[in-house]
T-cell receptor
Framework: DGGITQSPKYLFRKEGQNVTLSCEQNLNHDAMYWYRQDPGQGLRLIYYSQIVNDFQKGDIAEGYSVSREKKESFPLTVTSAQKNPTAFYLC????????????FGQGTRLTVV | DQQVKQNSPSLSVQEGRISILNCDYTNSMFDYFLWYKKYPAEGPTFLISISSIKDKNEDGRFTVFLNKSAKHLSLHIVPSQPGDSAVYFCAASGSSGNTGKLIFGQGTTLQVKP
């Protein structure tokens, strides 16, 4: 089955640690996106990538980093510089930037303990 | 700067009645609008969309209306069912060249009571 997979579903991190969230898709999509969801604030764009080996900052990129070494993978690293990392993180993909509908993964709930 | 706004955090309707969810936007360059449905601890799923060249799009029980002059769109669900209870996000695209970014509203939590 084609789809977009995020792992793990739940993740706990100690303060001061970096942590990497996985996002894999087998839809052959060029464009991939990372969003963060907080209560009452909807989905905010962290980073996006329109093609392999290229990515751009979104609206709230501070404290995050990404890589796009393979078309099917777009991992997100939450660094210790992110002041408030506890949130629900969503990865999405589209055929290309010109496409309209984005497909989302099931999300990763990150909690800092 | 919130370019897409859903001013009603929550909405409660009776089963069988109409649900109307509203969304306002500020950027006239948006050329495509989408509605997503989201259950807790899950990713959003696409529901329905509309191009800026249209004013209405219908898919079964779901209809989206677009009023470009008012920069307003709405999602109508008729008849509402308990399974429709979820968070609904309005999203817009097309304002930033070809980046493909979707700009989301804050979401509206719909509760359909049996």
């Amino acid at each position: 089955d084609g789809g977009i997979t995020q792992s793990p579903k739940y993740l706990f991190r100690k303060e001061g640690q970096n942590v990497t969230l996985s996002c894999e898709q087998n839809l052959n999509h060029d464009a991939m996106y990372w969003y963060r969801q907080d209560p009452g604030q909807g989905l905010r764009l962290i980073y996006y990538s329109q093609i392999v080996n290229d990515f751009q900052k979104g609206d709230i990129a501070e404290g995050y980093s990404v890589s796009r070494e393979k078309k099917e993978s777009f991992p997100l690293t939450v660094t210790s510089a992110q002041k408030n990392p506890t949130a629900f993180y969503l990865c999405a993909s589209k055929t290309g930037p010109w496409d309209t509908e984005a497909f989302f993964g099931q999300g990763t709930r990150l909690t800092v303990v | 700067d919130q370019q897409v706004k859903q001013n009603s955090p929550s909405l409660s309707v009776q089963e069988g009645r109409i649900s109307i969810l509203n969304c306002d936007y500020t950027n006239s360059m948006f050329d495509y609008f989408l509605w997503y449905k989201k259950y807790p601890a899950e990713g959003p799923t696409f529901l329905i969309s509309i191009s800026s060249i249209k004013d209405k799009n219908e898919d079964g029980r779901f209809t989206v209306f677009l009023n470009k002059s008012a920069k307003h769109l709405s999602l109508h669900i008729v008849p509402s069912q308990p399974g429709d209870s979820a968070v609904y996000f309005c999203a817009a695209s097309g304002s930033s060249g070809n980046t493909g970014k979707l700009i989301f509203g804050q979401g509206t939590t719909l509760q359909v009571k049996p």
